[in-house]
């Protein structure tokens, strides 16, 4: 049975432009289908599928990326990064979302929080097979109501403070 690609893999190996930041157990890229300005991922270099499967040196070692994710996205020229990547789009869809950045109200301004997640399961929107962790920039008024945060994934349930 032939093995199936691993797009998270091949950029580690053999997309090395695409790279940002790396150690010795991840890597870190600015997604290409960016849901605001600085979406970045967190993806280890070793193959595994799921968050349980990191050993504790990638386990200690995360918390480290994420670290410098944050001042990565902090000091990088998003106007810059997303026009270059309108320049050399992977399909249209990625095309149309570096554009929406570009056009966002808060390209240029610091984040005033994050969101950082995973997707653990198809049943949880994973739809590549290899871990990557979202680092997702939030911006005061981005959206009306952010309580409850990553609770919206379910509609009308993410404010736990609503009667």
């Given at each position: 049975?032939?093995?199936?690609?691993?797009?998270?893999?091949?950029i580690?190996?053999?997309?090395?432009?695409?790279?940002?930041?790396?150690?010795?157990?991840?890597?870190?890229v600015?997604?290409?289908?960016p849901?605001?300005?600085?979406?970045?991922?967190?993806?280890p270099k070793?193959?595994v599928?799921?968050?349980?499967?990191?050993?504790?040196?990638?386990?200690?070692?995360?918390?480290?990326?994420?670290k410098?994710?944050?001042?990565?996205i902090?000091?990088?020229?998003?106007?810059e990064?997303?026009?270059?990547?309108?320049?050399?789009?992977?399909?249209?869809?990625s095309?149309?979302?570096?554009?929406?950045?570009?056009?966002?109200?808060?390209?240029?301004?610091?984040?005033?929080g994050?969101?950082i997640?995973?997707?653990?399961?198809?049943?949880?929107?994973r739809?590549?097979?290899h871990?990557?962790?979202h680092?997702?920039?939030r911006?005061?008024?981005?959206?009306?109501?952010?309580?409850?945060?990553?609770r919206?994934?379910?509609?009308?349930?993410?404010?736990y403070?609503?009667?």
């Amino acid at each position: 049975m032939k093995k199936s690609r691993c797009l998270f893999c091949e950029i580690s190996k053999k997309n090395k432009e695409f790279i940002e930041f790396e150690n010795e157990h991840f890597y870190v890229v600015f997604d290409r289908f960016p849901v605001s300005p600085g979406h970045a991922l967190i993806i280890p270099k070793r193959h595994v599928v799921s968050v349980l499967e990191l050993n504790q040196k990638e386990q200690k070692a995360f918390w480290k990326v994420l670290k410098k994710t944050i001042q990565l996205i902090e000091k990088k020229d998003l106007k810059e990064l997303y026009e270059s990547f309108i320049t050399n789009p992977l399909n249209e869809k990625s095309e149309w979302f570096c554009r929406k950045m570009l056009k966002h109200e808060k390209l240029g301004k610091k984040p005033d929080g994050y969101n950082i997640g995973l997707n653990e399961g198809e049943a949880a929107g994973r739809t590549i097979h290899h871990l990557h962790i979202h680092v997702i920039p939030r911006y005061s008024g981005d959206v009306k109501d952010p309580t409850g945060g990553i609770r919206n994934i379910i509609p009308k349930l993410g404010n736990y403070k609503q009667k």
